[in-house]
């Protein structure tokens, strides 16, 4: 070390002696001789060591690093239980917009194009089996439990599982969409859903205008939905984790009239995420199919995610999602109420089309995710509708969700 010291200290010697007149006195201005003088040219040494070896720092890993840092610091500093009867911490609208501004809509294309791309045959296991160890998965439900068969990853999310590992429950009115772990759960309070506890988001941005429906101003947005003063609205979430079942099903025999496609973010929808992010699942992309059950209005909302920007509805073949370009606040919407010969052949592998739009049975399989993501029901029901549910338990698809 003291040779490394010296060599430096000659070094920087040397660099002093060949500046002009007026830098070195520059240099000299305020220096103490004698021991101090000595101790000054050796901590010049050692910064001169430390310029050497550390590269020039660049803009961008520099903001990076640094907004990364804050962000840890905020949540480190965050982490204590709030007192009893606070309401939760949510982000600041300025870490929602530096979230908002990362890549994510570039990375799940990324992503999506990673997952066509064909493995070895070799390749397939290793890949497969460090998944299906990281994730939990459970490959004796696959249709194929042979890892060799998937060709690319995602073939593997997708698959297909044994008819008889998801018996649907007959006790219940409305059976669980997906496998996941249930969120959130309960009636809708003043056109406010919660997407976790204390933590809630519009129904009316989440859905969009209703049209067609009546637009008296004295109503509320939840009223003009409920087609009986004797119902009431109610809604629950399922969040797919990366190891679940990536499809989602039919909850109960409705009727889909309407899908509007909401182009948006593709921000993360784990717990962690949708504590913090308050209207998280109306700034994200989703696909919201909405119609009638037996007791009025039902809707399914696929929510898109970080690297779950592919949804897949069965029946609907134009449907695209993550788009390069899209414009802030915008939806599309296509109605099923006026069949073209297109709807019509592509309902038979999703459900029965007729003329009021296309039909779904309890447990049909309705479309599916890249990864994992969220499912959200809104449905109207009578007031005695009660769940048969504890936030945060598992859940597996064609399980009851509640009962009359």
């Not at 497969?128 to 593997?156: C, K, P």
């Not at 709807?343 to 309705?366: F, I, P, T």
């Amino acid at each position: 070390m003291a040779a490394v010291l010296r060599r430096a200290c000659s070094g920087v010697s040397s660099r002093v002696s060949s500046l002009s007149y007026s830098q070195q006195r520059l240099l000299n201005t305020g220096v103490p001789s004698g021991p101090r003088r000595s101790v000054f040219q050796m901590v010049c040494s050692v910064l001169e060591i430390c310029r050497s070896f550390l590269p020039r720092p660049r803009t961008l890993p520099l903001l990076l690093v640094t907004g990364g840092g804050y962000l840890g610091y905020q949540h480190y500093k965050g982490r204590g239980q709030p007192e009893e009867g606070a309401p939760p911490r949510t982000a600041t609208p300025t870490q929602v917009a530096l979230y908002h501004s990362f890549p994510t809509r570039l990375l799940s294309r990324a992503w999506g194009r990673l997952n066509g791309v064909e493995l070895p045959t070799w390749l397939r296991k290793p890949v497969y089996s460090l998944y299906i160890w990281t994730f939990g998965v459970n490959m004796q439900e696959a249709a194929v439990e042979d890892l060799h068969h998937y060709r690319n990853l995602g073939e593997f999310f997708r698959r297909q599982l044994k008819p008889a590992v998801r018996p649907l429950c007959a006790s219940s009115c409305l059976i669980s969409p997906a496998d996941g772990r249930i969120l959130h759960f309960g009636r809708v309070q003043n056109s406010q859903v919660e997407q976790v506890k204390g933590v809630t988001y519009s129904l009316e941005h989440f859905l969009g205008p209703q049209r067609g429906r009546s637009q008296d101003a004295s109503r509320s947005f939840q009223d003009l939905l409920l087609s009986s003063p004797q119902n009431d609205l109610f809604h629950v979430v399922v969040y797919l984790a990366p190891g679940d079942y990536h499809c989602f099903h039919s909850p109960t025999d409705w009727r889909v009239e309407l899908r509007r496609h909401f182009p948006g973010s593709l921000m993360s929808v784990n717990p962690g995420v949708a504590r913090l992010v308050k209207e998280l699942f109306c700034l994200n992309e989703r696909v919201a199919l909405s119609g009638q059950w037996q007791h009025g209005f039902f809707s399914l909302t696929a929510v898109g995610a970080t690297n779950v920007g592919s949804i897949r509805v069965y029946f609907d073949q134009d449907l695209q999602t993550n788009a390069p370009r899209y414009s802030k606040g915008s939806f599309h919407d296509r109605s099923y109420v006026a069949l073209d010969d297109q709807v019509l052949k592509a309902a038979d592998e999703g459900g029965v089309a007729s003329g009021e739009g296309v039909v779904l049975q309890r447990g049909a399989a309705v479309g599916e995710f890249n990864l994992g993501s969220t499912i959200v029901l809104l449905f109207e029901a009578p007031k005695d509708f009660s769940f048969d549910l504890q936030p945060g338990q598992k859940i597996r698809v064609g399980e009851g969700l509640g009962s009359l």
